[in-house]
């Protein structure tokens, strides 16, 4: 792809960069810092920037920067990150699901957020199934549209977002493929600290502490001038070393001389021809001891001669391995090169630390400048401590110093004595092409416009699948617009004739409705009725169901079943009976069961179910249910039941009435339908006697359902059981 812009927009500093855009090796073509005018950058957004977007605009055009489009790293404590585990996705499908979790990962309106990720890992488990780990972003809305208004303002065209740790890790990653490093980025007021394992991103943590307080100490000490400028601070802190190995310089000096003592011991053993060197063989970067032996060319920095060696404030040789990372050949010819160097520097170096003359104002300044750097180390020490806490343990190999604060003299020392990890600035970036801008191997305040070119996170991805195609848009708008038009006139022309017939219509119908509007309440009202008749109707088919059944078996029961039976329970439908009873023996549930199968009203009984009580004394009782299905009615009993129906339907409730009184019945006559029986004969079937009924005006009789006349007396309570089941009788 062609060239882009790639800016870094600090509190005080702005960092840009042309080069190439997403391509294998990148090359930088140009670079640029600038001042940030006061007030415009707080906490990644930017304000009033105006004048400064025209300001940067000339800037660029008279140092002969040609690329448009523009990238920005942002560095902003309100961009969100979380690491997630989430499915083994294709790359089109992680952006969705991301975006379909957002509000799973991040407490905030979501509406409020722009939404990124990236992809740090991918995961399989013992098992075989495999996962992705990602690290979703959110960035504020409004930021977004701050630099959106930025590079409008700036005659730019925004091709991408990107945050900062990604644009680190993006640029770093090829460099620190082996092993176990700490990448840390000092900017102007923070700091990005990075823990990479083989080239994996593991852990990313930001510090809220740069450069700053050393800038400031600088310029308020009035040693450079009376009037230093900001950038005129960051160049003495370059230039000039002003910052100690050590917060604690006495105890430093011990250790130094310790190991002076040891190293005149080695070099003496070796001269006997004792194996001296077998300690730097063990440790051949020098880790704990204060001093790196060969840490630039042991990790792959350094090009150059004066490259390779790692001072550590020092004036020791240069004693650096070669060969491949980690090889046996480049531990077995360091360990030979080192016996005779340690000789040399046993003889040169002195037992205290050999230091240039300095003025009492600049020992008071380094000290000074040192302890300014105390919070950034501590909070650089407290994510080491995170990161052990999770990997057990795990040795760290390096840390490599990047950022504006990563070309301060003496910084890598005073990081590597503080943690007693091996520290180097970074002089190279496997990938990308360095070119002439950076021939010196100072970089460092451009790595996050560098990485940031590599593969932003991108928080436009949306608008930016719009712009790709906006001419195409416009144009295929023309054309729909105009298809449009005509495809509406077309159909205007054939749809206009049915439409007024139809309206024509319309009226016509309207008309017609007002003559017959008035029938309207008429037909409600047929349509209530209507439903009141079925609902009456139904409830009589319901009630006129035939009970004929039951009253003649419990007539039956009356007449031939033994008294001292008894009935627990009697149900029954229209085609059987089930009875519940309890006698004393099995014999006479025996007997019970013939004179069921001998009745005239049942064609057949079944026992369900028997249980005998009885104990072996002979006391108990035999507990059953008799299942009796009923026999086939005559035809002449049809004949009466359909006629009392008939009569039953003629008779209409009037007045209060309830609707279970007894039906009226003409003349003297009344008859019941079940058994026949009139006044005060006997209707019960097994002895009951009746007396006569009182004369009731109209003489009305009590509804048949009873089976008898009204005043009748049972002599047991058979008789009242099997009146509540008998059907209608109608005089």
Known sequence: MAKVLSIEIGSTLTEIVEMDYKVRNPRIYKSLMLSTPEGVMDDGMLYGFENYAQALSKMLKAKGFKAKRAIFSVSSNRIASREVEIPFLKENQIRDFVLANASDYFPVNIADYSISYTVLEKLQNEEGAKALRVNALAMPSEMLESYKEFAKAAGLELEAIDYDGNSLYQAVKKECSVGSQIVIKIDE????????????????????????????????????????????????????????????????????????????????????????????????????????????????????????????????????????????????????????????????????????????????????????????????????????????????????????????????????????????????????????????????????????????????????????????????????????????AVLLAVSLPPYISAGNTNKSLRSQLQSVVSIIPIYQKYTLSKQAYEFVNEAYRLKDEPTAHIVEFLEEMEEKMPADILVQNISSDNTSVSITMTVGTKEEAADVYEQLCMFESVDSVVIDRISDDTSDEGQGHVTFTAVCVYAERSEEDTLDTAETQNDTEDIIPEGNESDNAGQESTGDDSSAASNGATGDEDVSGAGTTGDESPDVSGEEETDSENGASEDGNADDGSTEDAGSNSSEAVG
């Open 189 to 488: 007021k923070s700091s990005i600290v990075t823990v990479m394992k083989d080239g994996v991103q593991s852990l990313t943590r930001t510090v809220p502490y740069g450069i700053g307080e050393a800038v400031d100490t600088i310029i308020y000490s009035h040693i450079y001038s009376d009037n230093t400028t900001y950038s005129e601070a960051i160049g003495f802190l370059r230039g000039m070393k002003c910052v100690n190995p050590s917060f604690d310089m006495e105890a430093y000096r011990q250790a130094k001389a310790q190991e002076r003592m040891r190293l005149l011991e080695q070099a003496k053993a070796a001269e006997e021809g004792e194996s001296g060197d077998g300690e730097a063989v063990d440790n051949p970067d020098g880790a704990g001891t204060g001093t790196d032996v060969g840490t630039g060319d042991y990790f792959g920095f350094g090009s150059s001669d004066e490259q390779k060696g790692v001072d550590d404030g020092t004036t020791g040789s240069d004693v650096s391995a070669s060969g491949d990372f980690g090889s046996q050949q480049s531990l077995t010819q360091s360990a030979g090169e080192s016996t005779a160097s340690m000789q040399q520097e046993a003889a040169v170096l002195p037992l205290e630390e050999e230091e240039e003359e300095l003025s009492p104002q600049m020992k008071e300044l380094r000290e000074n400048v040192t302890f300014s750097f105390e919070n950034l180390v501590s909070g650089l020490s407290t994510v080491l401590d995170l990161y052990y806490s999770r990997t057990k343990g795990q040795k760290v190999d390096r840390v490599v110093i990047t950022g504006i604060g990563g070309t301060i003299q003496g910084m890598d020392d005073l990081i590597a004595n503080t943690l007693d990890v091996p520290a180097k600035q970074i002089e190279t970036l496997e990938g990308v092409q360095l070119g002439k801008v950076f021939k010196n191997g100072v970089f460092g305040e451009y790595i996050g416009c560098i990485g940031a070119t590599i593969s932003p996170v991108n928080f436009l991805v949306t608008e930016k699948k719009a712009k790709s195609s906006g001419t195409d848009i416009v144009a295929i708008g023309r054309l729909v617009l105009i298809g449009c038009v005509g495809l509406s």
